[in-house]
């Protein structure tokens, strides 16, 4: 057998997440994560212990068949410290006689606790925020957590924008991957797409529209409204909606581990780059590596676009002069 010296092999990135919350989206993620190899190891945080460490053996028991080598375990917030990324996906479910409002300070009570622990282990990575509303709580990560901007994220419009290229795609039959559409604005109702941007390969949406009998203008609207009512429709059938995250998290994870400098409109700090009301978190399209977040792409907006985008940030805001924050 020829012997081979380890500075032969090609090395993957070390890396360590931390993931805060063991419910169907955070085991989403994990799984997908374990699935793709993306990191090396993988931290399960919850405040049910016995929950976490049983996902924990669970997946553990898989890796017999997975890309690559990984640690993975329960663990404690002190397991903060050295990650280089905690993805919060904790949260509560609205009661009945509820507002709203008293829900939200719920969540961004159970988001400042978590970000507190997190940063008391000497935390200095990125926070990837799932859970909802993900505008408002990231928000909320982010002044709890005292970390710059670039540091603190949400999930925004990036599941938004993956079921909107798979809805264009099935209609005009080119792959997904030919597709380059965004969603921006809240993950809510108030999102909308960015057709003035939307392109197939190289080509203007406009251009496919003349030349390609799948698809007319009426179209649109159908396809918005679709992606609009996803989640849902998808809750209707089975309560949640949970694998569409997951592997739409790994997506982030990976652009941000691997230093890939990839375009994903996520929910990320406006601080003037749009104009629109300014200190909130609203999905916009970001170029993200190592660092968090480089730079957010400023986009050529239509006039309809820019007052959709206006009205967006406005409900955000008012939300967020609301909430006892």
């Keep these: 057998m020829e012997l081979y010296e380890e500075k032969d092999v090609k090395k993957m990135p070390k890396s360590k997440i931390v993931i805060v919350g063991t419910g169907m989206v955070g085991m989403s993620y994990a799984y997908a994560l374990v699935n793709q190899g993306t990191i090396e ?34 663990g404690t917030y002190k397991d903060c410290k050295e990650a280089d990324m905690v993805v919060i996906t904790a949260g509560v479910n609205q009661k009945d006689g509820e507002t709203r409002i008293d829900l939200l300070n719920r969540n961004a009570k159970i988001m400042t606790s978590v970000v507190h622990q997190v940063m008391e282990s000497g935390f200095d990575g990125i926070i990837l925020v799932a859970s909802n509303p993900v505008d408002i709580l990231a928000y909320v990560a982010k002044k709890a957590s005292g970390l710059p901007s670039h540091k603190v994220i949400g999930s925004g419009t990036s599941l938004d924008t993956a079921r909107l290229r798979f809805e264009i795609s099935k209609k005009i039959n080119i792959s997904v991957s030919n597709i380059h559409a965004y969603i921006l604005g809240e993950h809510g109702d108030s999102e909308f797409v960015c057709w003035s941007n939307a392109y197939i390969g190289v080509k203007p949406m406009v251009d496919v529209i003349e030349s390609m009998k799948e698809i007319e203008f009426a179209d649109l609207n159908e396809i918005y409204l679709t992606v609009k009512e996803a989640a849902y429709e998808i809750i209707k059938r089975k309560k949640a909606t949970y694998y569409g995250i997951g592997m739409t998290l790994v997506h982030i994870t990976s652009a941000i581990i691997n230093n890939e400098n990839r375009i994903i409109p ?9 104009d629109i009301e300014s200190d909130l978190y609203i999905g916009l399209p970001a170029v993200l590596n190592h660092q968090g977040v480089h730079h957010i792409v400023k986009l050529k907006l ?9 009205q967006s940030a406005i409900i955000l805001k008012n939300i967020l002069d609301q909430m006892n924050i």
């Design 41 to 74: 190891e993988l931290v399960l945080i919850d405040i049910d212990e016995q929950r976490a460490q049983g996902e924990a053996m669970d997946l553990n028991h898989g890796l017999a068949f997975a890309p690559r080598k990984m640690k993975i375990y329960a």
């Design 266 to 274: 996520i929910s990320v700090y406006n601080d003037g780059i749009y």
């Design 302 to 310: 239509n006039d309809e676009e820019k007052e959709q985008l206006k």
